[in-house]
């Protein structure tokens, strides 16, 4: 810890590690959003082969992009609560 950091009070404490377990939240949202669309792309390929496992490739690619999209509104939306 720096310096600065030990002087804080318990309620600014507080309020930092709150900050981290939503943003630790949102990460772990973002991961299950990924590993959803990914695991469903493979199912699909599994159940209706082609050459270039486009389930796969398609879906993952699209929970990328709704991951960052959720990611984004929530970030905007905590800063928003916070002012």
Known sequence: MKLKDQHK??????????????????????????????????????????????YTVALSLLAVITSIIYVIRRIIAISKEEN
């Open 9 to 54: 009070t318990p309620k600014a404490q507080k309020e930092q590690l709150n900050t981290y377990a939503r943003f630790s939240g949102i990460a772990l949202q973002m991961f299950a959003i990924i590993a959803i669309g990914t695991f469903t792309g493979v199912k699909l390929d599994e159940k209706f082969p082609n050459q270039h496992n486009l």
